[in-house]
T-cell receptor, first 115, second 111 residues
Framework: DTEVTQTPKHLVMGMTNKKSLKCEQH?????MYWYKQKAKKPPELMFVYSYEKLSINESVPSRFSPECPNSSLLNLHLHALQPEDSALYLC??????????????FGPGTRLTVT | GQNIDQPTEMTATEGAIVQINCTYQ??????LFWYQQHAGEAPTFLSY????GLEEKGRFSSFLSRSKGYSYLLLKELQMKDSASYLCAVRHNTNAGKSTFGDGTTLTVKP
């Protein structure tokens, strides 16, 4: 299994809603990532987990809350989002963080619209 | 920090060869990745260079010169399906797993 899966594919939420994005991989990778991508822009790193511990938080607002329940799962909890948070949210994984190489495998993304 | 430059757009003809350049300035370097991204889809990994030289993978090759802060992606025998955005990403010289992406080059392949 060389896939990273993400659910849901599309999400529309109001500014007062609470929702969660889910990501799963079964490649035995120990590093997982959340990126945000706006149209015609490159992915922007949000969070990195390594061995289920938060390694990087790129100064992301607290209305985004990541969670890594186990080595295969990564969640992104959303609360009180703003319309400008509408974007494609990409999850990725890599075998680990340290050492050479280790390309990231991306999931198909969740297209989020905040109304 | 990282500063990564790529051309915004390129056009090439089916069957031809195209070279997409990427220059970077970085305070710490631990490798350079190339990704392909079709519109509305996730990026997919193409190549990784950490040492100087050329890495070849079928129709795609990638070159790195660390002293010049320069890489290119070479696509041979272009096919219509190669029309996509090509992202250059520089891996930081830390153990934290951070990579910074360039803005991408949109390649259009014409018949």
């Amino acid at each position: 299994d060389t896939e990273v899966t993400q659910t849901p594919k599309h999400l529309v939420m109001g500014m007062t809603n609470k929702k969660s994005l889910k990501c799963e991989q079964h490649m035995g990778h120990r590093a997982m990532y959340w990126y945000k991508q706006k149209a015609k822009k490159p992915p922007e790193l949000m969070f990195v987990y390594s061995y289920e511990k938060l390694s990087i938080n790129e100064s992301v607002p607290s209305r985004f809350s990541p969670e890594c329940p186990n080595s295969s799962l990564l969640n992104l909890h959303l609360h009180a989002l703003q319309p400008e948070d509408s974007a494609l949210y990409l999850c990725a994984s890599s075998p680990r963080l340290s050492g050479q190489g280790y390309e990231q495998y991306f999931g198909p993304g969740t297209r989020l619209t905040v109304t | 920090g990282q500063n990564i430059d790529q051309p915004t757009e390129m056009t090439a003809t089916e069957g031809a060869i195209v070279q997409i350049n990427c220059t970077y300035q970085t305070s710490g370097f631990n490798g350079l990745f190339w990704y392909q991204q079709h519109a509305g889809e996730a990026p997919t990994f193409l190549s990784y260079n950490v040492l100087d030289g050329l890495e070849e993978k079928g129709r795609f090759s990638s070159f790195l010169s660390r002293s010049k802060g320069y890489s290119y992606l070479l696509l041979k025998e272009l096919q219509m399906k190669d029309s996509a955005s090509y992202l250059c990403a520089v891996r930081h010289n830390t153990n934290a797993g951070k990579s910074t992406f360039g803005d991408g080059t949109t390649l259009t392949v014409k018949p």
